[in-house]
């Protein structure tokens, strides 16, 4: 089990276009894959759950994966919230 | 049922068609048990595909549109669609507690938008319209209505919506949209701005009206009086439509106008100039005879993009612009970001006040650099036409003087380089602040030339945020100690022997115009589309006889007072 904290730095928060991106990368991965937000926790491959998460900017987030591929997924996660989604 | 309700009039003209209303709330279906949840699920899934076919159809036909923000918000509404984890959850649900597809859907997506209740995120809030309009959509499919999404509808929509934010404007087809009817809003909100940008009648302020249309109910609008018909009779529609040819008729009288003067009955001369915030608007400003820019918002040279614009790349964008206005004058505000205009490459800490924070001039001032590229962007620029430079919210002397001297210490540099500048630039300031209104007689022995900044000067005078809905009636243009300010701040400029324009959104109330021509402004600028409008507004009135009408509302107590005595002694078409 790997596990990765973060700070969302997305200005507009995880909104339908990020959280897009997010869940597609996700789901490239065998490994379960969670986020915790406030003591809540979120599937990573669900578009509907990483809506419903509300995270703005500045939240934090922990993100959780399990599995064979655990080291990758978090690595490819973590890439994609350095680049802030690309906006 | 015939309905007549008021609102704000925001963007006028007058639409006469039927109601789409945007962000529906989930739709009503019947709870049913079923016994063959295999069966029901099946439905479910198949359902799922055509829904991603319809998505997919509306993808293409935005890519061909080259509407490629929206493509990104049907790509997530299609990952919506897709998600596995959630349909799971409906088919547990189906196959748990026997129910049908539509009702274990519905439910599921209740759960999940109870959580968008709790978002302080005023944005992320609103994104629950993107699960309502996917669910709706499966709904649609399931009890089998044909989809309708605002993008199949006829071509006489008249869009009606709690509100709408930028994003949801960017859904809209705006080839088919005739009217806008929104419940919430002012004058200023980004809804109002975009449709008298577009040239789209709109009324906003509609208590109720969400809750009262249907879709598909038919709805007469005047975006000038701010009145609202659903399913108007046929005396009413008679009414409008011959209001509507007046209308056109005056349009046409508009036209007329592109390449005469703005001058006065008894023959006072006048500019009105437009606002622009990029190159391209320019054309829009030249079609409608705009006698130069009175405002042009360099900040949209600074958006959408990841560093600082170049010297070079905004002397080109300056150059182009006064280039194309060929001798007219070019007022070019510099950099005016903070408050709501945050650049992702400038990091400006979290403030409790950005409107009363670091912004504009003050950031400018506290970045040298980020103001010398641009003071010699400009100064590099202004041979190649009628260049002026403006600065943006100066509340003190010291402030103006600072920028000023920032001015000289470039254009010592550019002449130390041997670059060829014009020396005699004209140098002004936004009017926008209450202490900079108080002392304009001191301002103006230290400028060329004033340009009144109404939208924050009523912001900031009377303590009113304008883009806050609760307080939106507050924000008021027609306030008396508003118009007592410009009255003052134009009799002072004048005693200095500098000229004096208008750029807020006040300037194009054509109710106002008359009035601030009487005041002795030299220039109203307004956006492209309101310039014949107001053109026509003071080749119609004589500022001799509007003086009186000034003396008397700078001594009413009320906005309403004010704003009802105008509308009975200024002649609108």
């Known amino acids: 089990m790997v596990s990765l904290g973060l700070i969302l730095d997305n200005k507009s928060g995880l909104h339908a276009r990020p959280a897009n991106l997010f869940t597609k990368e996700a789901a490239k991965y065998r490994s379960s894959i969670k986020v915790f937000k406030g003591g809540k926790e979120y599937n990573a491959k669900s578009i509907f759950s990483v809506l419903s998460m509300g995270a703005t900017q500045g939240t934090e987030l922990t993100i959780v994966a399990d599995g064979e591929d655990e080291e990758l997924a978090i690595k490819a996660l973590k890439d994609l919230f350095e680049q802030n989604f690309g906006e | ?573």
């Open chain 2, 1 to 573: 049922m015939n309905m007549n309700m008021r609102g704000i009039g925001v963007s006028p003209g007058i639409a006469n068609g039927y109601v789409v209303k945007k962000s529906e709330p989930l739709r009503i279906v019947e709870k049913k048990v079923v016994v063959d949840s295999e069966a029901e699920t099946k439905k479910l899934n198949n359902t799922r595909e055509k829904g991603i076919e319809q998505i997919e159809k509306t993808i293409f036909r935005l890519m061909q549109d080259n509407r490629a923000e929206e493509v990104q918000i049907f790509e997530a509404h299609k990952a919506l669609v897709n998600d596995d984890v959630f349909f799971g959850e409906v088919e547990q649900k189906i196959k748990t507690e026997n129910v049908n597809a539509e009702w274990a859907l519905k439910k599921t997506t209740e759960q999940y938008l109870k959580s968008f209740e709790s978002f302080e995120d005023e944005y992320l809030k609103e994104r629950e319209v993107d699960i309502i309009d996917v669910t709706n959509r499966i709904l649609n499919i399931l009890i089998g209505i044909e989809e309708s999404n605002l993008f199949d509808l006829s071509d006489h929509m008249v869009i009606v919506a709690k509100d709408l934010a930028p994003s949801d404007f960017a859904q809209i087809d705006l080839s088919k949209t005739i009217g806008f009817v929104i419940e919430k809003g002012s004058r200023t909100s980004h809804v109002s701005i975009m449709a008298r940008s577009f040239g789209v009648p709109a009324v906003v302020g509609v208590g109720e009206i969400f809750t009262k249309a249907k879709n598909g109910d038919a709805v007469l609008l005047d975006g000038e009086e701010g009145s609202v018909i659903l399913n108007p009779t046929k005396s009413e529609i008679d009414a409008y439509q011959m209001k509507q040819t007046r209308l056109r008729e005056f349009n046409i009288q508009l036209k007329v106008l592109k390449n005469c003067r703005t001058l006065s009955k008894d023959g006072l001369k006048f500019k009105i100039a437009a606002n622009i915030g990029a190159p391209k608007d320019i054309d829009d400003v030249l079609e409608n005879g705009g006698e130069g820019i009175g405002l042009y918002r360099t900040e949209f040279l600074y958006w959408d993009r990841d560093s600082f614009p170049s010297e070079e790349e905004q002397f080109t964008v300056y150059k182009t612009v006064v280039e194309k206005m060929d001798g007219k004058p070019v007022v070019i505000r510099t950099l005016d970001i903070g408050g709501d205009k945050k650049l992702p490459y400038l990091d400006i800490p979290l403030e409790d006040n950005p409107f009363l924070g670091y912004r504009a001039i003050r950031i400018c001032l506290g970045n040298k650099q980020i103001f010398n590229t641009q003071l010699r962007a400009l100064m590099r620029a202004s041979k190649y036409g009628n260049l002026k430079i403006m600065f943006p919210m100066v509340s003190s002397i010291e402030e103006l003087r600072a920028a000023k001297a920032e001015l000289k210490s470039v254009t010592d540099e550019l002449k130390r380089e041997k670059i060829e500048i014009n020396e005699k630039v004209e140098v002004g300031m936004m009017v926008e602040v209450p202490a900079a209104a108080i002392i304009a007689d001191l301002f103006a022995k230290e400028v060329d030339f004033f340009s009144i900044g109404t939208n924050d000067l009523i912001q900031y005078t009377t303590a009113v945020d304008r883009g806050n809905p609760k307080i939106a009636h507050l924000y008021n243009q027609f306030h008396p100690a508003v118009l007592r300010l410009i009255q003052r701040i134009i009799e002072v400029a004048h005693k200095e022997k500098i000229w004096v324009g208008i750029c807020g959104e006040a300037a194009a109330e054509p109710k106002l115009a008359p009035i601030f021509a009487a005041m002795g402004v030299d220039e109203l600028s307004v956006n492209p589309k309101s310039i014949l409008k107001i053109r026509w507004m003071l080749n119609n009135s004589s500022c001799h006889e509007m003086e009186e009408v000034v003396a008397k509302i700078l001594n009413m107590p009320t906005a309403e007072e004010i704003e009802n005595y105008l509308q009975d002694k200024v002649k609108i078409m």
